[in-house]
């Protein structure tokens, strides 16, 4: 991903956007029985993934219009839910992530802020639950709002902000 990252820098010197959607669910299995690797792919993917292409694109999010890098967060990051220690893990990180970043970037002129999804039946939940998963599903159209809602109104709000569907009514 970092290689990515690094060709898209090459090709386009000013970013005004940078979302860091990139995750993966993992296996569902208790901690106790997660091997090293079974840790260190999910980890990988996730947290050295977001922390390598976040930096990669710092440069040219500095000299973008507006700038704003937008991290998706799960209330796994803030709740538990047994049998996804990996995704968890990931999610309250790379929130740490995001109010750091909010803070050093804040000089710069580039915002942070992380929108938080409702359930939604993509192919990572149903990795992570199963095609049977029983949970209801937000539409997919209303977090694409909530998203260009954030895109749109960037340079009012404060940087290091929270987003739920609720917040734009939906
Ligand atoms: N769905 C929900 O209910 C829900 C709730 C809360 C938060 N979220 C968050 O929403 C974000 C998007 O997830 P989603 O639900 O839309 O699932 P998704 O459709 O499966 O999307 C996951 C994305 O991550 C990419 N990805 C996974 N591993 C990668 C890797 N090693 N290198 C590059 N890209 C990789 C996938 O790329 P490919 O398509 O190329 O595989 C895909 O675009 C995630 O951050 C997730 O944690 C989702």
């Not at 997660?34 to 000299?63: C, E, Y």
């Not at 709002?145 to 987003?163: A, K, Q, V, Y």
Request: glycine share 8%.
């Amino acid at each position: 991903m970092s290689q990515w990252a690094k060709g898209v820098c090459a090709r386009h010197q000013n970013i005004d956007i940078l979302i860091n959607n990139a995750f993966q669910f993992g296996e569902r299995m208790r901690f106790e029985n997660l091997s090293d690797s079974q840790w260190h792919k999910v980890v990988d993917i996730n947290l050295m993934g977001t922390f390598r292409v976040t930096r990669s694109f710092l440069p040219a999010l500095k000299v973008g219009r507006n700038p704003l890098i937008v991290f998706v967060g799960s209330i796994m990051g803030k709740w538990a839910r047994a049998g996804f220690s990996t995704y968890g893990v990931s999610k309250a990180a790379t929130e740490a992530l995001a109010n750091v970043l909010a803070q050093e970037l804040a000089p710069d002129g580039i915002k942070v802020a992380t929108v938080y999804p409702s359930r939604i039946r993509t192919g990572l939940r149903i990795a992570g639950y199963g095609s049977n998963e029983s949970l209801s599903s937000e539409p997919l159209e209303n977090y694409l709002s909530l998203m260009e809602h954030l895109i749109r109104s960037r340079d009012s709000f404060p940087t290091g902000s929270c987003w739920f569907p609720d917040d734009i009514g939906l």
